[in-house]
């Protein structure tokens, strides 16, 4: 097996087996731009099997049939409010997209302002960048997974240096919904007709990654907005937050908006108008689900009460009555979602998140 990280074994090996000096030079030219990116160099689909640990006819598979590839599930939002669509991928799926997730994608941030899916940044750390805020605008972005296409991943890859065939064939890998069928082999070798683009999946490992390198444009135009109008700006997947430490007159919160909206439309994503909020001094700041003030960010009222609430629940009807009477469709899912909840609330508020653990123990309810 050619080692991952060995371009030399891995053209040494070609060579033996006839490979020609300019296919030499492409891979030395592949493994110059792929590490100039921060990333592994990888050549060709079978190479990307061998690193997963995938058999090359189940990655083809994976191609041309992705559909069986996913088990499409609906989960509860963590605000309790409506259901949002889960596609889980095979093993031979996960697999490969764990292999790109690990190799094909920069470790290091994206961008300043993008703190969703990167390492050592969460939804607390955004919040305490808009501490000390007079006026907050937020803003979301409509459809954010299914507005991001194949064909925008397939530029990521092919800007990080792979190989453009091996590049198309990643962004598949790594989308759902697309249609694609073989116009070949040529002389060339394999060549696809991508008859219909695919989008990017909730619940694969390389989404939340690949978001961000499709928003590296609109982080860019987002961050001269805030600039040019001396305010912060915080961006978690598809929550934007702008603020200034300074009171911001009507007319001028309206200017913002409209720069706001043209950086988003101009880099292909649409707004979803009903969620547009804007607050001032005297008003309520809250960024992610978390109250920002002049000094410091906490848990709002409303959220501890509905975590009280299922403790409550749970403490009076027990864990399988309790789950049901909610709308959960098993325990595992309730108890999946409650410690989901202790996770974010102990990392905020240690005292509170110690009280929850301790009344879910009480209520033996399993940590998962």
Known sequence: ?????????????????GGSPQLLREIREIDRLTRSSHVIPLYTLTHLCTVAKVPYEAARDVIFNHRAHYSARKLKKHSGKGFRTIHAPSPHLKSLQLAILENCLPKRPTSDLSYAYEPRRNTLEAA???????????????????????????KTF????????????????????????????????????????????????????????????????????????????????????????????????????????????????????????????????????LCVGQDSVWLNRNYKNSIRAHLYGLEKNGLADHGIHRGFSSDQEFMSFIWGHYAYCVYVDPDFGAEMRARLELAGVERV
């Not at 097996?1 to 087996?17: N, T």
């Not at 695919?198 to 001269?224: F, H, W, Y």
């Not at 804007?278 to 689900?289: A, D, F, I, P």
């Open 1 to 17: 097996m050619v080692g991952i990280a060995s371009p030399h074994a891995y053209s040494a090996a070609l060579s033996a087996r």
């Open 128 to 154: 305490r960048r808009h501490i000390g805020a007079k006026t907050m605008i937020q803003l979301d972005l409509a459809d954010f997974f299914g507005s991001i296409s194949s064909t925008a991943l397939y």
């Open 158 to 289: 092919v800007g990080f240096g792979y190989p453009k065939l091996l590049a198309f064939e990643m962004s598949l890998i790594s989308s759902v919904g697309h249609e694609v069928t073989l116009r070949g082999p040529d002389e060339k070798g394999v060549v696809y007709e991508l008859l219909k683009s695919g989008r990017l999946p909730q619940g694969a490992s390389t989404s939340g990654k690949l978001s961000n390198l499709v928003c590296i444009g609109l982080d860019q135009l987002l961050g001269e907005v805030a600039t040019a109008w001396g305010g912060i700006i915080t961006r978690y997947a598809d929550d934007i937050t702008f603020s200034t430490g300074h009171a911001v007159s009507r007319s001028e919160c309206n200017s913002i908006l409209r720069d706001l909206k043209s950086a988003i439309h101009v880099s292909g994503f649409t707004m979803n108008e009903r969620k547009t909020r804007v607050t001032r001094s005297g008003q309520e700041h809250r960024v992610l689900g």
